[in-house]
């Protein structure tokens, strides 16, 4: 694993969530809200119930052009304005899916309006376009660590010079595509997700979502440090059972905080043999922090989860109050994990860690700059 | 005589994942099936599973749920002989 990278600063931030904004999302989820409701897996061609968060006034069928394409202008609108994809201010895009539910929809309906926005260079070939961005635009995508591997590589650009600031942005909406292709894996199912608890089966639950941040050199209040990408290139769907990808992965943030006690948001998705993984390495390498998964109220928003949840910590650390871990019943699988809210100022940041397909891990430390 | 449901699930086993060196007789009813010898790995339990419910008329709730039908041969047919359609299993 590569040397973390110097601490690079947040000078904007934002996300968009069922909920609404972020600080409207951090509200809710701190009166423990859920947005997950039970949604035929397959939209209107039925399937079992499955526990999805859907933005308002959506359904899950594909349409064209894509539904939520309004949500991601509304989030675009509030980044700050400047010349994004001009030379010294690169974009990043970064996601799992893209419109890939339209790929979908494509193959089954023959209407070639799907297809306009389903491949990754297109969907966001579009978006360039529609925000007037120049050319300097950058996708990435590595599943559900997308997110953060795009703050990493925007890191890595504002540090090597090559942009005065950049701007990531990563977006992840659910299609029938999607939504069948993890209930096929059975991990997602009718029980709604409950993360970090004991019991019989575990289930994740999904969720729209998508969020931006502004990195900075030396503008902000917030500095993101340790940030650290791990791949245990071990298997399509499995982590190492020892867990050591997960432990890995922490080494960065743990050297970042230096001590300091911290709190720990997690991946947090609701299956079970992750979530003790995670509980394990986050408690070894982080003793006195407070671990808490919000995915039981955003359900998992996949490719953007790093950024929407960075979102709502940066809102936590703002209001001094972090939400607690929220979903379901059953005893937690360890006793740090934190089941109410929380007042941050004790601790010295929070470190945000995100997992993914293929035993790829993903963390940083995240506190004031 | 091997029991009929057991040696067709031995059968599937082979063709859905398409054993090339494995021959139905050589699976052993009591060995794990996903981690053991036949090297069968999660997305290898996927394709069974998916061929399962089709065959037998039988849903696979979870993760865990799967883990425990898939425990070995022996433990996939008791789990099929209590949830499967019975019109669908041999006799």
């Known amino acids: 694993m590569a040397d973390p990278p110097p601490p690079v600063r947040v000078a904007a931030w934002g996300c968009i969530t069922p909920f609404g904004d972020a600080r409207s999302t951090h509200a809710a989820l701190l009166g423990g809200e859920s947005a997950l409701e039970a949604v035929p897996v397959l939209g209107r061609e039925g399937g079992d119930p499955v526990p999805l968060a859907l933005l308002g006034g959506r359904t899950l069928d594909e349409t064209a052009p894509p539904a939520w394409l309004s949500s991601v202008k509304r989030l675009a609108a509030t980044v700050p304005a400047g010349d994004w994809g001009a030379p010294g201010r690169p974009v990043f895009v970064t996601g799992s899916n893209f419109g890939v539910g339209g790929l979908y929809a494509l193959r089954r309906t023959g209407n070639a309006a799907f297809a306009e926005w389903g491949a990754p260079p297109t969907c966001t070939e579009r978006l360039r376009l529609e925000f007037g961005w120049g050319p300097d635009v950058s996708i990435l995508s590595h599943a559900c660590v997308s997110a953060h591997l795009g703050l990493l590589q925007a890191t890595r650009a504002v540090h090597a010079g090559i942009a005065d600031e950049a701007l990531v942005l990563s977006f992840d909406f659910l299609s029938p595509f999607v939504s069948g292709g993890f209930h096929a894996l059975k991990i997602l199912n009718s029980e709604f997700p409950a993360p970090y608890r004991e019991r019989a089966a575990g289930s994740i639950g999904l969720g729209d979502g998508a969020g931006f941040a502004v990195l900075s050199r030396g503008r902000g209040d917030w500095s993101l440090s340790g940030q650290a990408l791990y791949n245990e290139m071990h298997h399509f769907t499995s982590n190492r059972a020892d867990g050591s990808g997960f432990a890995a992965c922490l080494e960065g943030a743990s050297a970042a905080a230096g001590g300091r006690r911290v709190w720990f948001k997690g991946h947090g998705t609701g299956t079970l043999e992750a979530g003790r993984m995670e509980v394990a390495a986050a408690s070894a390498a982080f003793p006195a922090a407070p671990i808490v998964g919000w995915k039981g109220g955003l359900g998992h928003t996949l490719g953007s989860c790093g950024l929407v949840e960075l979102a709502v910590a940066i809102e936590s650390l703002r209001h001094g109050r972090a939400p607690g871990t929220i979903g379901g019943a059953g005893p937690p699988m360890a006793p740090a994990v934190a089941l109410e809210s929380f007042e941050t100022a004790p601790y010295g940041g929070v470190v945000c860690a995100s997992n993914a397909f293929g035993g790829a891990h993903a963390a940083f430390l995240l506190s004031d700059a | ?91």
């Open chain 2, 1 to 91: 005589m091997p029991d009929p449901l057991t040696a067709r699930l031995k059968q599937l086993i082979v063709e859905t994942l398409r054993l090339e060196d494995v021959a139905p007789a050589d699976i052993p009813d009591s060995e794990p099936l996903v981690g053991g010898g036949l090297s069968l790995d999660s997305i290898d339990a996927l394709e069974l599973v998916v061929r399962l419910e089709k065959e037998f008329g039988i849903k696979i709730a979870s993760s865990e749920e799967a883990r425990h039908a898939l425990g070995s041969v022996a433990a996939l047919t008791t789990y099929i002989r209590e949830r499967g359609d019975p019109s669908r299993l041999p006799s």
